[in-house]
């Protein structure tokens, strides 16, 4: 399958980095990730085109079939241009279903209101690497069952595909506290893509995500030599404003259904 979505490949590029399998199956790709089963965006199937409604219950079979110890149903669509209306029926099935927005920036400029006092630089140390999976848990509050280990796995591939030499983990500390942190991590020559970019819910508003995102596009451009960054978005979250400011702009739409565990 020749997957044409810069958002779908580099969410493969850096799966394939952390340890994730990928089979190519003519008209679709399984995704798994044996090293985070709870991932996810880590065990799904990436179709190549929209299924028409009637063709929903095949998928989920095939769903089953390619991923038997899943509990959860993901399904990505590939594609640049789609819109939600392309997943009536997944809807109709029950599933979650989202249309992202796929940003890029060739070049960057500092934010309006870069945030002064943090200091920005990237994660090594183990105390660094334990806050960022404190960071991870406190930015999504759930009470899920499993997802302190599924974000202590995801944290650890994260430090391990930085520490193999495939990018940077960036953070913004205050008096030694990590508050705001992202990754970016090459997803093939001159292309680097982000990920995980979370701000304590204490700490928004202060200017921290625009600097930190101008500061790692440095590093991106600097020290990967990079010539495109790409970025995902929600596009009804206030963050996408963020990345705008800086540089960002909207390239492609980004099509997932998901159904979480009964």
């Known amino acids: 399958m020749d997957v044409i979505s810069l958002g779908n490949?580099?969410?493969?590029?850096?799966?394939?980095?952390?340890?994730?399998?990928?089979?190519?199956?003519?008209?679709?790709?399984?995704?798994?990730?044996?090293?985070?089963?709870?991932?996810?965006w880590g065990n799904f199937l990436l179709l190549d085109r929209a299924p028409a409604p009637a063709d929903i219950d095949t998928w989920m079979d095939r769903f089953t079939a390619a991923l038997p110890e899943a509990r959860?149903?993901?399904?990505?669509?590939?594609?640049?241009?789609?819109?939600?209306?392309?997943?009536?029926?997944?809807?109709?099935r029950g599933l979650s279903v989202e249309a992202s927005t796929v940003m890029t920036a060739s070049s960057v400029r500092p934010p309006e209101r870069p945030n002064l006092d943090a200091t920005c630089r990237q994660l090594a140390s183990d105390d660094d690497w334990a806050q960022c999976l404190q960071l991870r848990?406190?930015?999504?509050?759930?009470?899920?069952?499993?997802?302190?280990?599924?974000?202590?796995?995801?944290?650890?591939?994260?430090?391990?595909?930085?520490?193999?030499?495939?990018?940077?983990?960036?953070?913004?500390?205050?008096?030694?506290?990590?508050?705001?942190?992202?990754?970016?991590?090459?997803?093939?020559?001159?292309?680097?893509?982000?990920?995980t970019v979370e701000t304590h819910p204490e700490f928004r508003g202060r200017g921290l995500a625009g600097t930190l995102v101008h500061h790692t596009s440095r590093y991106g451009f600097d020290e990967l030599g990079a010539t495109t960054l790409?970025?995902?978005?929600?596009?009804?979250y206030l963050a996408i404003r963020i990345y705008r400011s800086v540089g960002f702009a909207a390239t492609e739409t980004q099509l997932q259904a998901e159904l979480a565990p009964a």
């Open 137 to 195: 848990i406190e930015c999504n509050d759930t009470d899920e069952v499993g997802y302190a280990q599924f974000a202590e796995r995801k944290v650890a591939t994260e430090r391990a595909t930085t520490e193999a030499g495939h990018g940077g983990w960036f953070g913004a500390f205050l008096d030694g506290r990590l508050v705001a942190q992202m990754g970016l991590l090459n997803a093939s020559p001159g292309l680097a893509r982000f990920q």
């Open 72 to 92: 959860h149903r993901a399904f990505a669509v590939d594609g640049t241009d789609g819109t939600l209306a392309d997943l009536d029926g997944f809807a109709e």
């Open 9 to 40: 490949r580099t969410d493969l590029a850096l799966l394939e980095l952390g340890g994730s399998e990928v089979e190519d199956c003519g008209d679709h790709l399984v995704v798994r990730s044996p090293h985070n089963p709870a991932y996810w």
């Open 230 to 236: 790409v970025m995902v978005a929600d596009p009804e």
